[in-house]
């Protein structure tokens, strides 16, 4: 019975269950900053969950938002599977929106080659600004973390001059109020709605497909093999015969794509033109950042991804009922998800410690004393 | 404007004399990381540390009417986040470079949130570090403004150049950081307490990044905006690895980003024929061909981002 209770608590299903315990600490951690305001948690959050799930329409909402995270969470998946850390979504989003927004503003052909093309231009423009980091590290051995984060800054700058000018909307160009935004795709390139009054758009079923696409990839083809031995041991990759730098470069190649399509299902799907307010995240909402942290909560796995989009999603949509309800600012949110980043990274330590506990467990189960012994001894 | 105007002897003067005053957050936040990571530790959270020295500096001489108590709220909130940096790098051994931007996000979002509720609106002080003069030495033409007119930060910051040389070449501590940097295991061997010689270098970058926040908030720019940063934060990391990890090296390199942001605002002063947004754009770009160029000429700490483990 002990035996059977110790298997239960010592399996790999548990871990799991790690990164829920990781955010239920960055909740009880928001809990503490929401007191030290003057709000009552539980207020704070009920109003969250309602403005999350509280009807119909919130749903949908926090579904939408799930979209561009998820998409976004894949690339993270794919480029922290080969130890390449990505933190550049926001620009590849955003020139991925830039070039697809361009391409469907210039053309005048049908809806049904319009579309597709779109979706892969801006997955082109996406895989673009991640290459430019991934030959950058496997050429020239610069930190990737460094060079993404720049990579966005200058993203951010072409974005604001582009919708700023020779991409703004001519109507706006002569209006007083000058809003940086382009003019307004024609309605036979906008993704079909699902559910047409309300905003849920043929991105979900986009990024659903792409999803287990990515684990196919990931799991089951040679490609996410070399991908991950690259991650796992990049000098046992090398013996092995992986030409260690190119699968660097496809990864953070795919995890800019990634974010790309996301940019350009957000303008095809969404909103029918390319918009920003003038802050660096105007346009992406945070969705690069988000949607690390949703990779993580997921695992960094690709069907992992899926929940942890949807929950991220919650978070989002949640937290402008918040802010209406109780006057809490939805930066919030950002607070939080920085805490899930830290708790989740963190947790990652009571992962390794079952995993010697669950092989000294099998170690000492073992019949033969001999080897037993010296396995032990070096573990 | 035509050009001549540009290069006159006032306008050099200017972009020099800002070009100086522009470069101590990177000299405080760069120094403060170069100390973490010669010890072994990748601490990304800058940027976050940054944004809430530059918030709770602000906030608190606003409150005060008293920036040495605002730079003192920035120490503390500086201490703090880099504490947890300390103990979630060291202690729970959590990658670093993921665990780093967790600090980043969570300092984006939650000086906005404390600025949203506690200030609410855009404000400009007055009473922050004003620029002094230095008797005699600031009358001096050319040099006069631009090395001796500038805010008590300024002089501070390159005041710590030569003082964390000393403190990483010439004491028993420096050697302890560099040796837990290179060789952890050699230096436990030796008696060296690896865990706490990062605690103390992790949390004393927090505190220099909460410094380098309080510089912009109360010193340089005399505001807090929300995300006010824009990345410097990690142009102070990058600036680590430009400089070779030495302190004079590092120096060099905020040198040449803060002249390149002085051009730059000038530049938009002016109103060069350039958009400015590729003006703005020039110090990231700046970055990455600076981190092409020097990575692999230098090497850095061996240990660097490996949790310390006893065996």
Redesign the interface.
């Known amino acids: 019975m002990k035996d059977y209770l110790n298997r239960i608590i010592l399996s790999k299903r548990v871990d799991g269950f790690l990164p829920l315990l990781a955010a239920l600490a960055a909740f009880i951690f928001g809990a503490i900053i929401l007191l030290i305001m003057g709000t009552n948690p539980l207020t704070a959050y009920r109003a969250m969950f309602n403005g999350a799930f509280g009807n119909q329409n919130a749903l949908v909402e926090t579904i939408v938002k799930a979209i561009p995270l998820l998409l976004i969470a894949l690339g993270i998946c794919i480029a922290f599977r080969a130890k390449v850390t990505n933190i550049g979504a926001e620009g590849q989003m955003i020139v991925g929106a830039l070039i697809a927004t361009a391409f469907g503003l210039a053309v005048n052909w049908p809806g049904w080659l319009v579309i597709p093309m779109a979706m892969s231009i801006g997955f082109l423009g996406g895989a673009l600004w991640g290459a430019i980091p991934g030959a950058l590290k496997a050429y020239f051995n610069v930190n990737e973390i460094l060079s993404t984060v720049m990579m966005n800054a200058i993203a951010v700058q072409l974005m604001n001059y582009l919708l700023g000018g020779p991409m703004m909307d001519p109507q706006q160009a002569t209006a007083l109020g000058k809003l940086p935004e382009t003019a307004r795709l024609s309605s036979a390139y906008h993704l079909p709605r699902l559910m047409p009054p309300t905003r849920l758009h043929a991105g979900l079923i986009i990024a659903l497909v792409l999803a287990v696409l990515v684990y196919f990839i990931i799991f089951h083809t040679t490609l996410g093999y070399r991908i991950r031995a690259v991650g796992l041991n990049p000098f046992a990759s090398r013996y092995g015969g992986i030409r260690v730098r190119r699968q660097i470069v496809i990864a953070l190649l795919l995890s800019g794509a990634m974010a790309g399509l996301a940019g350009a299902i957000q303008v095809y799907g969404l909103n029918y033109r390319m918009i920003t307010d003038g802050s660096p995240t105007g346009f992406t909402a945070s969705a690069g950042y988000n949607g690390i942290v949703t990779a993580l909560f997921g695992g960094l796995h690709p069907l992992g991804a899926i929940p942890a989009s949807f929950f991220f999603g919650a978070l989002l949509v949640g937290a402008n009922s918040m802010q209406r309800m109780t006057q809490v600012p939805s930066a919030f949110v950002t607070a939080l998800n920085g805490m899930v980043v830290v708790f989740v990274v963190s947790a990652a330590i009571w992962r390794e410690l079952r995993e010697r506990k669950r092989r000294l467990a099998t170690v000492s189960a073992a019949p033969v004393p001999t080897p037993a012994v010296q396995e032990s001894g070096q573990a | 404007m035509d050009s001549s105007q540009i290069l006159s002897v006032t306008v050099i003067v200017g972009i020099l004399s800002a070009g100086i005053r522009l470069a101590s957050p990177y000299l405080f936040a760069a120094i403060g990381e170069m100390f973490g990571q010669r010890s072994g530790v990748l601490n990304?959270g800058v940027e976050?540390q940054m944004l809430m020295g530059a918030f709770f500096a602000f906030y608190y001489t606003v409150q005060t009417g008293n920036p040495w108590l605002g730079l003192l709220a920035a120490v503390i909130v500086g201490a703090v986040m880099g504490f947890?940096m300390a103990v979630?790098s060291i202690r729970?051994?959590?990658?670093q470079?993921?665990?780093g931007?967790?600090?980043?996000?969570?300092?984006?979002?939650?000086s906005?949130?404390l600025f949203?509720?506690l200030l609410g609106e855009v404000k400009i002080i007055n009473n922050g570090f004003n620029p002094i003069n230095i008797p005699f030495l600031s009358n001096i033409p050319f040099l006069g403004p631009i090395f001796f007119q500038q805010n008590l930060m300024t002089y501070m910051a390159f005041l710590l150049v030569p003082i964390s040389w000393f403190i990483l070449y010439k004491t028993t501590l420096g050697l302890k950081i560099r040796a837990v940097g290179e060789n952890p295991h050699a230096a436990d061997t030796l008696g060296v307490n690896v865990a706490g010689i990062r605690y103390l270098t992790v949390t004393m970058g927090g505190v220099m990044s909460g410094i380098a926040g309080a510089s912009l908030s109360i010193a340089n720019l005399n505001v807090f905006q929300?995300?006010m940063t824009?990345?410097m934060g990690?142009?102070a990391?990058?600036l680590v690895?430009f400089g070779g990890w030495r302190p004079l090296g590092v120096m060099f390199g905020a040198l040449l980003f803060s002249m390149v942001m002085a051009l730059q605002l000038f530049m938009q002063v002016f109103n060069v024929t350039i958009?400015p947004?590729?003006a703005?754009?020039l110090p990231?770009?700046l970055?990455?061909v600076v981190?092409?160029l020097t990575?692999?000429r230098v090497r850095g700490p061996s240990a660097l981002t490996e949790p310390f483990v006893r065996e």
């Open positions: 990304l976050g947890a979630v729970w051994r959590a990658v470079g993921i665990s931007i967790g600090f980043f996000i969570f300092g984006v979002g939650m906005e949130l949203k509720s929300e995300n824009a990345g990690f142009i990391v990058a690895y958009p947004e590729f703005i754009m990231y770009i970055t990455i981190l092409v990575v692999g």
